[in-house]
């Protein structure tokens, strides 16, 4: 979701609607098994672009994101700009 994109920058978790809205994607749910695990690590994209703009850990299955659409979907641990991407280097 292009308006969220601002919000992720700042260090916002990513909403379950953001998910499932047109310009959102996860991989699809096979059957029973969702495509996303609760806890699985996962890698955002800002929608049209190619580099990532985060990183963070599924909050919920993808299956469930689809079901419920409400609440925190990614719980994000790093995006870009940030301290850690602003560290010019680690020791």
Do not use: W
Request: contains cysteine.
């Amino acid at each position: 979701d292009n308006g969220a994109i601002p919000f992720i920058l700042g260090g916002a978790n990513i909403m379950c609607p953001g998910l499932t809205n047109p310009g959102g994607e996860m991989p699809p749910d096979d059957g029973e098994e969702p495509g996303l695990e609760k806890g699985d690590g996962v890698v955002v994209y800002a929608e049209g672009k190619e580099y990532a703009i985060a990183v963070g850990v599924m909050t919920m299955s993808s299956k469930d994101i689809r079901k419920e659409n409400k609440g925190t979907g990614i719980e994000v641990a790093h995006f870009l700009g940030d301290g850690l991407f602003m560290t010019d280097e680690i020791e």
